[in-house]
């Protein structure tokens, strides 16, 4: 069973950046997709950004040109991925949670964007 550990939330301001790390641990292959998703409040879980092992990437329309995707895969049994999150708004509020497949999932780290 692939675990994964999300690092990076907290409060910013409009207009500020955050870094979110996703640690996947246990797994002695690579996961060939790996990305974030993210619910808000009464709101159902979206996806956010993923990235293949290939570097393949896909991002909602909606973070496109603000957030960066990225992953790490040289170490043997731990992959890290990261989520870039520039010029943040407060629509970008939400918990991010940090996927893997074929259907591994983080706990969630909050983000929080507010003056």
């Known amino acids: 069973q692939v675990q994964l550990v999300e690092s990076g939330g907290g409060l910013v301001q409009p207009g500020g950046s955050l870094r979110l790390s996703c640690v996947a641990s246990?797994?002695?292959?690579?996961?060939?997709?790996m990305g974030w998703y993210r619910q808000a409040p009464g709101k159902q879980r979206e996806l956010v950004a993923t990235?293949?092992?290939?570097?393949?990437?896909?991002?909602?329309d909606s973070v496109k040109g603000r957030f960066t995707i990225s992953r790490e895969n040289d170490k043997k049994t731990v992959k890290t991925v990261y989520l870039q999150m520039n010029s943040l708004k407060p629509e970008d509020t939400a918990v991010y949670y940090c996927?893997?497949?074929?259907?591994?999932w983080g706990q969630g780290t909050q983000v929080t964007v507010s003056s």
């Open positions: 996927f893997a497949s074929p259907e591994s």
């Open positions: 990235i293949t092992r290939d570097g393949t990437t896909i991002y909602a």
């Open positions: 246990r797994t002695l292959f690579s996961p060939y997709t």
